[in-house]
């Protein structure tokens, strides 16, 4: 069997460039579904929101980001994370290497810069998870298709059992992590009346620190009480079950599977998102059971459906510029990931320009347009001089434990 030594990573001319392209896509919506938590207009008081000067413009915003934002887009990045784990096996099998020896480590240093993220730059990291969830996926590389689409169709559906369960139990799973967040808030001083400006009012990175160790905890719970570790692990087997059968390189000869996903994910998908995003601005009217309910059957299809009218749109203008510009961000996702962070700290934190707190959700999508359309430039830019994004590159070093060539 070969060794690492004798594996690369995938290179440049042997990359789909409409994987790419959804990944920069994906990018786009996970910046505008983050960039309210980033500028802090998420924790503002209603009175406080009520009273900004396009709060009637705000509400309706809000309704249509919920609508059509909000998990739609770690859907897509979650499915692309199923697929690529089906690229790295095959690859490897193909090199006759230790496929999931590779795998692992690509994991374990995910988990590494996943931890990172979480404590000193962004209580909402995703990374984390997707490396803990991730070193699953090779319990289930020999279920055939239909096992995987069944699996997946299960652990989608489980979070809605497990809070009818939770509801008719009363136990609360996630009560020892809000006793730990509570714990540290009282520690620090964080509380309800300063907790949507203490990051604002930071001028010094220790304090930025002290709100990043309770929210650490806030994320745990979110996960918790989410069922977010059944929904990405599903969504994973189906990129898994996608990769499997190359639906990505070979689009033409589903382009009836892809229209019906379209068909049924935007007719399925666009109702229930709207029924779940009334239940979300109302408090949950038909209660926790009904809520779950009413996002699998909204978010699941029409992040689904995204994917597919991507796709379709692919086959008729391949030529289209487009495609290349979504593709230099999705190329160096993790960078991008990372930079977008980074960027709301610097543009609403008190160690930065401090503008948090102080505009509308209006405002703030805008803000979040203007910083992936910057990465979108820096990406093109960089990719015209080197093969990986830097922290793709630094990634690729250690899980293939040999130096790569950075320029191109």
């Given at each position: 069997?070969?060794?690492?030594?004798?594996?690369?990573?995938?290179?440049?001319?042997?990359?789909?460039?409409?994987?790419?392209?959804?990944?920069?896509?994906?990018?786009?919506?996970?910046?505008?579904?983050?960039?309210?938590?980033?500028?802090?207009?998420?924790?503002?008081?209603?009175?406080?929101?009520?009273?900004?000067?396009?709060?009637?413009?705000?509400?309706?915003?809000?309704?249509?980001?919920?609508?059509?934002?909000?998990?739609?887009?770690?859907?897509?990045f979650s499915i692309l994370f199923g697929i690529g784990f089906s690229i790295i096996l095959s690859h490897s099998e193909q090199k006759r290497a230790n496929g999931l020896g590779i795998f692992y480590r690509r994991m374990c240093i995910l988990l590494i810069i996943g931890f990172l993220h979480l404590m000193f730059i962004w209580s909402g990291d995703i990374l984390m998870l997707y490396a803990l969830l991730g070193m699953l996926l090779p319990i289930f590389r020999h279920r055939s298709n239909k096992e995987l689409l069944l699996l997946s169709a299960l652990f989608l559906l489980f979070p809605v059992a497990a809070d009818a369960l939770r509801t008719s139990s009363g136990i609360n799973p996630s009560a020892p992590v809000i006793h730990m967040q509570q714990y540290f808030c009282a520690k620090y001083g964080i509380t309800q009346d300063n907790f949507a400006f203490?990051?604002?009012?930071?001028?010094?990175?220790?304090?930025?620190?002290?709100?990043?160790?309770?929210?650490?905890?806030?994320?745990?719970?979110?996960?918790?009480?989410?069922?977010?570790?059944?929904?990405?692990?599903?969504?994973?087997?189906?990129?898994?079950?996608?990769?499997?059968?190359?639906?990505?390189?070979?689009?033409?000869?589903?382009?009836?599977?892809?229209?019906?996903?379209?068909?049924?994910?935007?007719?399925?998908?666009?109702?229930?998102?709207?029924?779940?995003?009334?239940?979300?601005?109302?408090?949950?009217?038909?209660?926790?059971?009904?809520?779950?309910?009413?996002?699998?059957?909204?978010?699941?299809?029409?992040?689904?459906?995204?994917?597919?009218?991507?796709?379709?749109?692919?086959?008729?203008?391949?030529?289209?510029?487009?495609?290349?510009?979504?593709?230099?961000?999705?190329?160096?996702?993790?960078?991008?990931?990372?930079?977008?962070?980074?960027?709301?700290?610097?543009?609403?934190?008190?160690?930065?320009?401090?503008?948090?707190?102080?505009?509308?959700?209006?405002?703030?999508?805008?803000?979040?347009?203007?910083?992936?359309?910057?990465?979108?430039?820096?990406?093109?830019?960089?990719?015209?001089?080197?093969?990986?994004?830097?922290?793709?590159?630094?990634?690729?070093?250690?899980?293939?434990?040999?130096?790569?060539?950075?320029?191109?």
């Amino acid at each position: 069997m070969a060794t690492s030594d004798n594996i690369h990573p995938i290179r440049t001319r042997e990359r789909f460039i409409i994987l790419d392209a959804l990944r920069g896509f994906a990018l786009l919506g996970i910046c505008l579904a983050n960039f309210p938590e980033f500028s802090l207009y998420t924790f503002l008081k209603s009175d406080v929101v009520s009273s900004m000067p396009w709060a009637q413009a705000d509400r309706s915003i809000r309704f249509f980001q919920y609508m059509l934002v909000d998990g739609k887009f770690y859907t897509m990045f979650s499915i692309l994370f199923g697929i690529g784990f089906s690229i790295i096996l095959s690859h490897s099998e193909q090199k006759r290497a230790n496929g999931l020896g590779i795998f692992y480590r690509r994991m374990c240093i995910l988990l590494i810069i996943g931890f990172l993220h979480l404590m000193f730059i962004w209580s909402g990291d995703i990374l984390m998870l997707y490396a803990l969830l991730g070193m699953l996926l090779p319990i289930f590389r020999h279920r055939s298709n239909k096992e995987l689409l069944l699996l997946s169709a299960l652990f989608l559906l489980f979070p809605v059992a497990a809070d009818a369960l939770r509801t008719s139990s009363g136990i609360n799973p996630s009560a020892p992590v809000i006793h730990m967040q509570q714990y540290f808030c009282a520690k620090y001083g964080i509380t309800q009346d300063n907790f949507a400006f203490w990051l604002r009012d930071a001028e010094h990175y220790p304090d930025v620190f002290k709100f990043l160790v309770q929210g650490a905890f806030v994320r745990i719970q979110e996960f918790i009480d989410g069922n977010r570790f059944f929904k990405v692990i599903g969504l994973f087997l189906l990129g898994f079950y996608i990769g499997k059968k190359r639906i990505y390189a070979n689009l033409a000869e589903h382009r009836l599977l892809l229209k019906r996903t379209c068909i049924y994910g935007f007719s399925i998908g666009l109702p229930f998102s709207a029924l779940y995003t009334w239940s979300a601005v109302s408090e949950q009217p038909w209660g926790i059971v009904g809520h779950s309910l009413l996002y699998v059957l909204g978010v699941f299809p029409l992040g689904a459906a995204y994917m597919a009218v991507m796709c379709l749109f692919y086959l008729h203008r391949q030529e289209c510029p487009l495609f290349k510009i979504l593709a230099a961000p999705g190329q160096m996702a993790l960078t991008n990931y990372i930079g977008q962070s980074l960027m709301g700290m610097i543009i609403f934190y008190g160690i930065g320009f401090g503008l948090g707190a102080s505009m509308g959700l209006g405002c703030t999508l805008l803000i979040a347009i203007s910083v992936y359309l910057t990465e979108v430039l820096i990406s093109r830019l960089w990719l015209r001089f080197f093969q990986f994004g830097p922290l793709e590159w630094i990634w690729r070093i250690f899980t293939y434990k040999k130096y790569f060539n950075l320029l191109k």
